[in-house]
């Protein structure tokens, strides 16, 4: 929230065979294998390796183990998807995962074994141990080697700091997109034969988010703007245990602490888990986060408590170093002590519709990763399969453009118009209403939804939409209004998403319908 817009005309043309924004695992796995005759251009809002992707900490699904087979990975999959699951494209990216594990290994990335073999750990809903994970900091290690092959390549161009504003639309086809150098904060148009949506998932239109800063939807909304159909985006996943401190934003305390034996206690250190499903700890996210949830508001609690300390002090140092030292440094020795945990906002199920070959409604846009729809979640993700959702469907979205025959670049567009617009002496406003919206989801669209709160949200946002588009109108463009304006509208269609189910399903909970239908549909959401 820093941005400084400053009034340039903007003459900047770009040409590329292709464009992607986004540098998480999706967006840098699209690029790698794209061929290398092709132009790329790389675009980052922020530094190029924040994002979700280089949090991960968990590890990466697959079928590794002599004794797991894919239909076991597919059938976990579609049941924690509670209903709404594609078995096709379920099936397709299970049959991709152990591929995916070897491009990563050909990056250089070494996960953690034990004698030669993967050490596989275990998170909710998986019947097997198929997580594969370099100790707890797995989307380090990934982005890294990524982004190391990625500058290995002559054929591709990385945009740092550039943050997306809208598409290049023209009769149903994409053309690229107009992009805004936050360095010169001028808009540039970036012309492309092929366009790529990589920019991740929307968690931060909540107040306590488990993402970093880049989450703010901005893919969606400028799909949803361009005329993509939008699917399911009521299910935001909540994830169970994120760090309660007052200075820890959000940290995550990754599930496969419970995959390893961790236990979910009460303040009294009493267990809660088995009195929600027999699979306790190790139930789905949607089913833990609720119980907590249950659990705090129904006893006043602020948080409840992960216990990994009965394990030996060397072996929790060796498998979660990172989350040994963080919260070593709020005081917390996890050897000695159970962890104080909240649920966050963490991973949006829904997204952009796009098939397995990444491509959505709208000619020559594709969507990848956390911003694509591809059906494999449903209802509710399981854990671990989203960085492989990334890789498996990076890569099919590339083999689909290195197959299709590009054509002559459409020229036309017009520059950007900053003609009409001053700057702003107002920035407050932008700040106030990006806190209102967060506060808004968090209060009246967390976990537990009603109708009345649900629209209330909507009653609220709506009037924050017309704020948000007098604003845009009349002053110059700046980063943090880009995000505020998608913030808004991804909040608005996960509202109205919400409100269109009216039935309770995964990780979409309102209590005036506490019953499942029994006829499961996908909501979408396309702009009149
Ligand atoms: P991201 O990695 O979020 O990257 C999005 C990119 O888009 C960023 O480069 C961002 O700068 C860019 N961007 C966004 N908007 C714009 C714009 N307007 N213009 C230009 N650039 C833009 N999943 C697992 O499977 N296993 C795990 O262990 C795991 N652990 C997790 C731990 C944490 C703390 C978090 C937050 C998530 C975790 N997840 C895990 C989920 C998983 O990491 C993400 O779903 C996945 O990494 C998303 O990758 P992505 O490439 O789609 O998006
Ligand atoms: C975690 O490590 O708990 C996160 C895993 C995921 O989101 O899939």
Redesign the pocket.
């Known amino acids: 929230m820093s941005e400084q817009a400053i009034h340039k005309t903007p003459e900047i043309h770009h040409q590329f065979d292709v464009l992607i924004?986004?540098?998480?695992?999706?967006?840098l796995i699209s690029a790698l294998q794209l061929s290398e005759d092709m132009s790329v251009a790389l675009?980052?809002?922020?530094r190029?390796l924040?994002?979700?992707?280089y949090?991960?900490?968990?590890?990466?699904s697959a079928v590794l183990d002599i004794d797991d087979n894919f239909d076991s990975h597919v059938q976990d999959t579609l049941i924690t998807a509670s209903g709404l699951g594609n078995e096709e494209a379920t099936k397709f990216m299970v049959e991709g995962a152990p591929d995916a594990i070897k491009s990563l290994e050909n990056s250089g990335v070494e996960f953690t074994k034990n004698n030669n073999t993967y050490h596989l750990t275990t998170e909710g809903g998986h019947s097997s141990r198929r997580v594969a994970h370099v100790a707890d900091r797995?989307?380090k290690s990934i982005q890294t080697n990524l982004l190391d092959s990625v500058k290995t390549k002559n054929n591709i161009k990385i945009f740092e700091g550039?943050?997306?504003v809208d598409l290049l639309i023209k009769d149903s086809r994409c053309y690229g997109a107009y992009i805004l150098n936050k360095n010169s904060n001028c808009v540039e148009s970036f012309i492309a034969q092929k366009t790529i949506i990589?920019?991740?998932?929307a968690a931060k239109t909540y107040l306590y988010t488990?993402?970093?800063d880049?989450?703010?939807g901005?893919?969606i909304a400028m799909a949803y703007r361009a005329g993509c159909n939008i699917v399911n985006m009521e299910f935001t996943q909540f994830h169970p245990t994120c760090l309660y401190h007052p200075h820890a934003k959000s940290f995550?305390i990754?599930e496969a602490l419970r995959g390893e034996g961790g236990k979910l206690i009460l303040p009294n250190g009493d267990a809660f888990m088995h009195k929600y499903d027999d699979r306790a700890e190790l139930a789905p996210r949607d089913i833990v986060a609720r119980a907590i949830d249950s659990e705090m508001k129904s006893n006043g609690f602020d948080c409840v408590y992960l216990d990994i300390s009965f394990e030996e002090k060397d072996w929790i140092k060796q498998h979660f170093p990172s989350i040994y030292k963080k919260c070593k440094s709020f005081g917390i020795d996890i050897a000695d002590n159970p962890i104080p945990v909240v649920p966050a906002a963490?991973?949006t199920c829904g997204g952009i519709q796009s098939n397995l070959d990444g491509q959505t409604n709208i000619e020559d846009l594709y969507a990848v990763?956390?911003?694509a729809h591809t059906g494999v979640h449903g209802a509710n993700r399981m854990?671990?399969?989203?960085?492989?959702e990334?890789i498996v469907f990076a890569k099919s979205c590339a083999k689909h453009i290195n197959q299709s025959t590009l054509y002559t670049q459409q020229q036309g567009f017009n520059d950007w118009d900053e003609s009409k617009v001053a700057p702003s002496k107002e920035k407050v406003v932008v700040s106030h209403l990006w806190d209102e919206i967060r506060r808004i989801m968090w209060n009246f669209v967390g976990i537990v939804r009603s109708n009345k709160r649900l629209n209330y949200a909507k009653y609220r946002l709506d009037q924050i939409q017309i704020e948000v588009n007098e604003y845009y109108k009349l002053y110059l463009i700046s980063s943090d209004l880009?995000e505020l304006r998608n913030l808004v509208k991804t909040a608005q269609i996960i509202v109205n998403s919400a409100i269109a189910r009216t039935e309770s399903r995964g990780l979409h909970y309102n209590e005036d319908y506490p019953n499942q239908s029994n006829t499961p549909k996908n909501t979408i959401i396309q702009k009149q």
């Open positions: 924004i986004g540098t998480g695992s999706a967006g675009i980052s809002k922020d190029v924040e994002g979700s992707s949090y991960a900490q968990g590890g990466i797995t989307g550039f943050i997306a990589a920019t991740g998932g488990s993402n970093p880049t989450s703010t901005d893919g995550l990754s963490h991973y990763g956390e911003a854990a671990s399969n989203s960085l492989l990334c880009i």
